[in-house]
Structure formats: structure tokens, C-alpha cells
């Protein structure tokens, strides 16, 4: 994806794949952080911000964050390209239909 933008020379967006990994608790996101940080290869360049539970990659190109699903209304901002979600059972189903399935429609990015 992110060869496919540069190459296309769709630069204007920053950064140009943003991914979100969503699990309906803070403590169930911050397993998922920690797997996150143990699997990224040293050639991505990855600068993690523990305190924000944010990974950026290939010189900020790339920016994977850890949301959880405790707070809704927190499943705001920028729309990521992509939105992984682990333990979706866990999750009441207004979570997908009203905070995180509107985000992947944010013009310009792909919402997968």
C-alpha cells in the first residue's frame, strides 16, 4: 500500500497508511501492543511513543495506533486506511456501526 501511494504520487496525505488496531478493553489493547512492538522488523525504522500506545514506521510514513473500544466516543479523529479489530465479539455492535465503520469512509483514505 504504501509503494502503491508513493508511486502514484499520492503524497498529500500524512502519514500515507494509517492503521488502527481496536480491542474492546485498554488492558486487551495493551497485549496487543505489546505484540505489535515484538514482531516490527528494525528496517521499518519504527519509533515507538509508549505513552500513546502509537508506532511509526518508514520515517512517519506509517502510523499504527491502539485504540480500545471502553470509550467510544474516544474512536474519533483522522480515518485510518485500515482498522483491525481483535475480540469483536467483546464488542457492543453500535461500536462498529457508529464510531469505527464511519472512520474508514474519511475521503482519501482506502477503509479497508
Known amino acids: 500500500m504504501l509503494k502503491a501511494r508513493k508511486a502514484a504520487n499520492i503524497t498529500n496525505l500524512h502519514p500515507l497508511v494509517h492503521v488502527w488496531l481496536t480491542s474492546p478493553t485498554f488492558g486487551l489493547g495493551r497485549q496487543a501492543w505489546r ?5 516490527v522488523p528494525k528496517g521499518l525504522s519504527p519509533k515507538p511513543n509508549k505513552s500513546h500506545l502509537i508506532l511509526e514506521c518508514c520515517d ?3 502510523v499504527i495506533e491502539i485504540k480500545s ?3 467510544p466516543d474516544g474512536l474519533v ?3 485510518p486506511d485500515i482498522i483491525g479489530v481483535s475480540e469483536p465479539a467483546q464488542m457492543h455492535e453500535s461500536v462498529w456501526n ?8 474519511t475521503p ?5
Not at 505484540?35 to 514482531?39: E, N, P
Not at 482519501?108 to 479497508?112: A, D, F, S, T
Open 35 to 39: 505484540d505489535l512492538i515484538g514482531t
Open 60 to 62: 512517519g510514513d506509517v
Open 69 to 71: 473500544a471502553d470509550n
Open 77 to 79: 479523529g483522522a480515518g
Open 98 to 105: 457508529m464510531a469505527l465503520r464511519p472512520r474508514l469512509s
Open 108 to 112: 482519501g483514505r482506502l477503509g479497508m
